[in-house]
């Protein structure tokens, strides 16, 4: 008898040491979920959290597991079976593990389940229970998959030959010999009154009187620009022609080869390489300016795709161009708003010529300004009086890819301008990454910047 308690007890401490112990398990075995979401979490470096005291008697504090689920549970991955028990042994599924990949990297899905993505981008075939070996190979790709979305944060949905050729086309915009854009923009805004004010008599004419009039002085303007690229040498002609009421200004800017000079309303050409020199290395390292990537289909021969502008890549552009000399305190004002608004973007790429190439891309922008903001447009007073304020921006910008060498405007001579477009030879890069920088960058920022901060 004695004997039997001693072979009971041992069996028993086995028993409570199994879930501290890993075990060697073969790579045809089921896969657990406790065993898989470490797994899971260890791929994505995300540290475990051992703190407090484990409700689940399958799940102790002293395991290596406890500091998986903690930080599972906390991020939201997964849920336990009971109050008591976590389910660590429970056969993983494939939609399970689909699920937890899908909220671990926030992914914006649509209506798709994360099981049938997950099929549709090869990273599981089946749908019931994972083995070992399958639940390996579905984090390793997953792996693989983060690093290749990573040039466009939260582009999931995209097939891989869509998020090469979206990435291609933005690759060669950066290596095209020669590419010309001509771009508009436009703002349009809308005062809402509180609804105390709404109803009182005569009040909504009024109202329209003023939204005529604020759209009347609104923003709008017209760039076009032309591009050179020979080897590492990059020469830029750009216009801009702005309106904003009954005022016009004009600008010309020419960029020979990393040295800038402007001209405003027709005066005399000025160097202004060291202070443009802020704008054009953050447009030039724009790292994640697109994020969102979505394939919408094709029209008139062109993949459409729909994407949204990186909300902190706007701040930083729109800080750029306060250290250019534009109002501080407007601009801070005008990148708080676009750390919290993301652009709307949609882009046509033209892969006629065989390597894909930005053919047109539009921007819009709807922002809503609110406190300070509003204190800053209205005063004290009017803002108590105005529910919304809402700023419509939209942008179209259309590209060619002509080999043309830029036209010097009148008054500026520059003894090293290229003079024959066959220097740097051919046509095969496609698109112009300043060009693509202003439409998105300069022109979004910088029109958009002063638009906003006009208003402000």
Request: proline share 5%.
């Amino acid at each position: 008898m004695e004997k039997k308690r001693q072979v009971g007890s041992a069996l028993a401490v086995a028993v409570a040491l199994s879930a501290c112990v890993p075990m060697a398990v073969s790579a045809d075995a089921v896969e657990t979920k406790g065993a898989f979401l470490q797994l899971l979490l260890q791929q994505a470096s995300v540290k475990p959290d051992p703190s407090g005291r484990s409700p689940y008697v399958d799940v102790p504090a002293r395991s290596t597991l406890w500091g998986y689920v903690h930080k599972a549970i906390e991020l939201g991955l997964v849920k336990a079976d009971t109050a008591k028990r976590f389910g660590a042994g429970d056969p993983l599924t494939a939609a399970q593990a689909a699920e937890m990949a899908a909220k671990l990297y926030h992914m914006d899905l649509g209506a798709v389940s994360p099981a049938a993505w997950a099929r549709t981008q090869g990273l599981m075939s089946g749908a019931g229970p994972m083995t070992v070996s399958q639940a390996a190979a579905f984090v390793n790709g997953l792996r693989q998959l983060a690093k290749a979305v990573s040039p466009i944060p939260g582009s999931w949905v995209l097939s891989s030959t869509q998020r090469q050729e979206f990435l291609e086309a933005l690759q060669n915009s950066r290596q095209a010999p020669f590419a010309q854009l001509t771009e508009t923009e436009s703002e349009t805004v809308k005062l809402e009154l509180v609804p105390a004010l709404q109803n009182q008599p005569g009040i909504q004419s009024e109202l329209d009187q003023l939204n005529q009039a604020l759209n009347k002085n609104s923003f709008q303007m017209m760039l076009s620009a032309q591009q050179m690229r020979t080897g590492s040498h990059v020469y830029v002609v750009a216009q801009t022609t702005e309106h904003m009421g009954a005022k016009t200004s004009t600008a010309q800017e020419v960029d020979d080869d990393g040295v800038l000079y402007l001209q405003t309303n027709g005066s005399g050409w000025t160097n202004i390489t060291q202070a443009d020199g802020s704008l054009e290395q953050s447009l030039a390292q724009w790292q994640g300016m697109f994020t969102n990537v979505t394939w919408m289909g094709q029209n008139g021969g062109l993949d459409v795709f729909h994407a949204q502008l990186n909300p902190a890549a706007m701040a930083r552009l729109v800080n750029a161009l306060g250290e250019m000399g534009g109002s501080k305190a407007s601009l801070q004002s005008v990148a708080q708003l676009f750390s919290h608004v993301p652009g709307q973007v949609v882009i046509d790429i033209d892969r006629s010529s065989g390597a894909p190439r930005i053919a047109d891309l539009s921007v819009s922008y709807d922002i809503s300004l609110s406190g300070p903001s509003l204190i800053s447009m209205f005063g004290k007073d009017g803002a108590n009086m105005i529910r919304s304020f809402d700023m419509l921006i939209s942008e179209k910008a259309v590209y060619q890819y002509q080999p043309l060498v830029p036209t010097l405007p009148p008054g500026l001579h520059l003894s090293d301008w290229p003079t024959s477009a066959g220097v740097g030879g051919g046509t095969t890069g496609n698109t112009s990454g300043n060009a693509t920088g202003n439409a998105t960058g300069n022109a979004t920022g910088n029109a958009t910047g002063n638009a906003t901060g006009n208003a402000l």
